[in-house]
Nanobody, 115 residues
Framework: QVQLVESGGGLVQPGGSLRLSCAASGSIFSTNRMGWYRQAPGNQRDVVAAFTTVGTTYYADSVRGRFTISGDNAKNTVYLQMNSLKPEDTAVYYC?????????WGQGTQVTVSS
C-alpha cells in the first residue's frame, strides 16, 4: 500500500501564491506518474498538473504559466507551486501517484482564493 499526505492548502487573496506538498510513503517500488488533481463543488475531479518518470510533464490549460509541478525523488515528495491565484482556482486539491495499474490518492487539501 501507498499513503499520500498533502499539506499547504489554505486561504489566499487573488494574485497570491501557495505551495502544496505531497509526501508519499509505504510500498513504493515503481512509480509511473505523480500529479495533482482538483475538484470544486459540483464539478468533476480534473487534472491540474502531472509528471511521469520518463520525463513528460503536463499542465491543464487553465494553470499553465501560473503553476509549477516538481518532485524530490529522495523524499518521495511532489510539490505544486501556485502563483497568480484566481478565485476559480478554489477547490480541493488531491495528490495522486500511479504505480503499475493502480492509482493512489491523498485525502485532499482545500485551497480557497478569495478577497
Amino acid at each position: 500500500q501507498v499513503q499520500l499526505v498533502e499539506s499547504g492548502g489554505g486561504l489566499v487573496q487573488p494574485g497570491g501564491s501557495l505551495r502544496l506538498s505531497c509526501a508519499a510513503s509505504g510500498s513504493i517500488f515503481s512509480t509511473n506518474r505523480m500529479g495533482w488533481y482538483r475538484q470544486a463543488p459540483g464539478n468533476q475531479r480534473d487534472v491540474v498538473a502531472a509528471f511521469t518518470t520518463v520525463g513528460t510533464t503536463y499542465y491543464a490549460d487553465s494553470v499553465r504559466g501560473r503553476f509549477t509541478i516538481s518532485g524530490d525523488n529522495a523524499k518521495n515528495t511532489v510539490y505544486l507551486q501556485m502563483n497568480s491565484l484566481k478565485p476559480e482556482d478554489t477547490a480541493v486539491y488531491y495528490c495522486t501517484l500511479r504505480q503499475g495499474v493502480t492509482d493512489y490518492w491523498g485525502q485532499g487539501t482545500q485551497v480557497t482564493v478569495s478577497s
